[in-house]
C-alpha cells in the first residue's frame, strides 16, 4: 500500500476509479485530458507493436535465490524495529536497529537501506557485514513540498539509488558510496512533464531495466486519479523523461489497464528480462520496450474470489510460472488472505484460497526454497508464516512468532 493513510486512500480512489477497465471518470474514455493536467492521455495498448524504447540489459526484478529476509516489525504501539529471518535456519532475529512506522526496504549485497516514509522523510543506510550497522542517515527535502513521502529506493547498474518521491515531481538520486551522508545526494529527475494538475505525478515503484528506470505514477488530485496509472521510462544517463509516443501531445508513458501500480515482478516467459508482471487492480503483462499491456489476471477473474479493487495487496509467481500467488483482503481490511490463479486463464482459472485468517501490514508474500513466506500482523498472534505448496501444508504449526506485528520484508541478494 502507498504511503499515507491507506483506509481513506482506498475509498477516495474507490469512488473515482472503474478498476475493471482503467476508467476513472466519464472524460477519460476518449484519451483526451479533459482536466487541464497538461498531459494527454494515452490509451492502453496490448498485442504487437514497435519498439518504442531500447533496453540495454535485463531488467532488475531484485533476488532469485536469497536465503534470508529483511523484516521491518510494526503495530503503531510498541515501538517499530528493523530484523532479519533467516530462511535455513528458521529463526527471526528482532530490533537489530529502530524504524518507524512506516518504514519501506531495499537492498543491495553491501548495504540494506531503511526508506522512512509518510511524515519521516528520511533515509537510512545499514551495513549488511556482521551485526548491521547503522552507516548513516540523510533528511529527504525537496522545495515542492514540506512531506515529500519517498516512495522507496532502487538500485540501477550504475551503482546509485534512485528514490521516487510521492508529493513532489521527482526521482531523487543517491550514491551510497560517499563517505559523508551529507554528500549522499547527487541530483534529481525531474517529473513535471508528467505530473498532473497539482504539480505531482505521484510517483511510487520504480524498477530498473540497464540505462532506462521505469516509475509507476498515479496522476492524483486530491488522492482521486485523473486518469490512467502509468509506466513512465527515464534516461539515466541524460537524467530525463522520454516520450514513448511522438504522435501524441506532452510526455507520453506506458498506460496501464487498471490502478496504482504497487508492485513489478518478472514475467517468466520472457527471456529477454524486458516484461514485467505489474499488480494493479489485477496482473498486467508489461512489454516495456513496446510500451503494451495486458491483462495475465484480469480484475473480472479475481472478482469471482470476491477480490475487488484495490483488494490485491502483493503477489509472487509459483515455482512452475504457471499461475501466481496473491495476498489480498479478504472481508473487512485488515483481514487477509492468500489466493493461487493461473495466468492467462490457466490452472487453477479462479482464485483457490490457500491461507486465511491472516492480518495485513505491507507486501510481506515471498516465494524462497520453494515456500511461500508470509506475514501475518494477527495481533493475537505476529509471526511470520512458511507454507509448502507441493504439500499444501503450513510449516512450522504456529510460524515463526515475533513480539511485534510484521509490518513489510523483502529477500536480500
Known amino acids: 500500500m502507498i504511503s499515507r493513510p491507506a483506509l481513506l486512500t482506498t475509498a477516495l480512489a474507490l469512488a473515482a476509479c472503474n478498476p475493471a477497465t482503467g476508467d476513472t471518470d466519464s472524460d477519460t474514455d476518449t484519451g483526451a485530458d479533459t482536466d487541464g493536467s497538461g498531459t494527454t492521455d494515452m490509451s492502453p495498448t496490448t498485442g504487437e507493436a514497435p519498439v518504442v524504447v531500447e533496453l540495454d540489459a535485463p531488467c532488475d526484478f531484485g533476488p532469485d535465490d536469497a536465503t534470508e529476509l529483511a523484516l521491518v516489525t510494526n503495530d503503531f504501539v510498541a515501538p517499530a524495529g528493523l530484523g532479519r529471518v533467516a530462511v535455513g535456519d528458521l529463526s527471526v532475529t528482532a530490533d537489530i536497529l529502530p524504524a518507524t512506522t512506516d518504514t519501506v526496504l531495499g537492498a543491495t549485497a553491501d548495504w540494506l537501506v531503511m526508506v522512512h516514509r509518510f511524515g519521516q522523510n528520511r533515509i537510512d543506510v545499514v551495513d549488511r557485514a556482521g551485526e548491521w550497522l547503522l552507516r548513516g542517515s540523510v533528511d529527504v527535502t525537496h522545495p515542492a513540498s514540506d512531506d515529500p513521502n ?7 547498474a550504475d551503482g546509485l539509488a534512485y528514490v521516487p518521491l510521492f508529493a513532489a515531481p521527482a526521482v531523487q538520486i543517491y550514491d551510497f558510496t560517499a563517505a559523508e551522508s551529507s554528500a549522499w545526494l547527487q541530483g534529481e529527475i525531474d517529473l513535471s512533464p508528467v505530473a498532473d494538475a497539482d504539480g505531482s505525478p505521484e510517483a511510487g515503484v520504480a524498477l530498473a ?9 498515479q496522476r492524483l488530485v486530491d488522492f482521486a486519479p485523473v ?3 502509468y ?3 527515464v534516461d539515466l544517463a541524460g ?8 504522435a501524441t501531445e506532452g510526455v507520453q508513458g506506458i498506460a496501464l489497464l487498471g490502478p496504482y501500480p504497487k508492485q513489478l515482478r518478472r514475467d517468466p516467459a520472457d527471456a529477454s528480462g524486458h516484461t514485467a508482471l505489474v499488480l494493479t487492480s489485477g496482473v498486467e503483462r508489461v512489454d516495456l520496450s513496446r510500451g503494451t499491456s495486458e491483462w495475465a489476471v484480469a480484475p473480472e477473474v ?5 477480490i475487488d479493487g484495490f483488494d490485491p495487496q502483493a503477489f509472487v509467481l509459483a515455482q512452475d510460472g504457471a499461475s501466481l500467488f496473491l495476498t489480498a483482503t479478504d472481508g473487512e481490511f485488515p483481514s487477509a488472505a492468500v489466493f493461487q490463479v493461473g495466468l492467462d486463464g490457466g490452472e487453477p482459472a479462479a482464485p483457490v484460497k490457500v491461507m486465511e485468517g491472516l492480518s495485513s501490514g505491507e507486501k510481506m508474500l515471498e516465494r524462497l526454497g520453494g515456500d511461500l513466506w508470509i506475514g501475518d500482523a494477527d495481533a493475537e498472534g505476529p509471526r511470520v508464516r512458511v507454507y509448502d505448496p507441493a504439500t499444501q501444508n503450513e510449516l512450522l504449526g504456529d510460524g515463526l512468532k515475533t513480539a511485534v506485528a510484521p509490518w513489510t520484508f523483502i529477500p536480500l541478494p
Open 209 to 217: 531495466c540497464g540505462g532506462v528506470l521505469f516509475v509507476g505514477v
Open 231 to 233: 509506466l513512465v521510462a
Open 239 to 246: 537524467r530525463n523523461v522520454l516520450d514513448l509516443d511522438d
Open 150 to 156: 519517498p516512495q522507496g529506493v532502487t538500485f540501477a
Open 227 to 229: 486518469d490512467s496509472s
Open 302 to 306: 479475481l472478482a469471482a474470489a470476491g
